[in-house]
């Protein structure tokens, strides 16, 4: 009993640490919080391509935007999509393939024209090059699938950064 009562004396000052640790919430207030608005205020243009849908899609879906209010803010995205072969076998056809996806992007508050951020997102993926044509071209689709999402998982958490700091 004593044992307990002195590791609660010993906890009390250490709770009281940790609630002066300066995290901050990042979704703080839920829906209603100023992440969450900030991120359903943005627009997401139409970008190119078979890769520029899917990120768009992707973008649209993480940032909750509902398109039935104006939106605050523009996302301007350019994709870099790049397929290249590695691994040379022996008859000198490819092994494997490196897909990348790379995203650059602004952040542009509409009423003022301001670029609130500038900053790239990107990942890869490794595809083995198989003797069936189609799987091959199957797993360089779902590679590009799964990058659109990943980079768009990256460019969403930049958003929520900036706009948490924004004023």
């Known amino acids: 009993m004593i044992r307990r009562a002195a590791l609660l004396l010993a906890l009390v000052p250490l709770a009281a640490l940790l609630g002066s640790c300066g995290l901050k919430p990042m979704y703080a207030g839920g829906s209603d919080g100023v992440v969450a608005r900030g ?5 997401v243009p139409v970008i190119q391509g078979r890769a520029g849908w899917l990120m768009r899609n992707a973008l649209r879906d993480r940032l909750g935007a509902s398109g039935d209010g104006p939106a605050r803010y523009r996302l301007d995205v350019r994709l870099d ?22 995203a650059r992007y602004q952040l542009v508050d509409i009423a003022s024209g301001e670029i609130l951020l500038d900053a790239t997102a990107g990942s890869d993926a490794g595809i083995d090059v198989v003797s069936s044509e189609y799987a091959t071209i199957a797993a360089e689709q779902t590679a590009l699938e799964n990058l659109s999402l990943e980079v768009a998982d990256r460019i969403v958490t930049q958003l929520a950064l900036t706009l948490r700091e924004a004023p």
Request: charged content about 40%.
């Open 39 to 43: 991120l359903s205020g943005i627009e």
């Open 81 to 102: 999509d790049r397929l290249e072969g590695l691994g040379v076998l022996g008859d000198d056809t490819i092994g494997r393939e490196r897909r990348t996806l790379r």
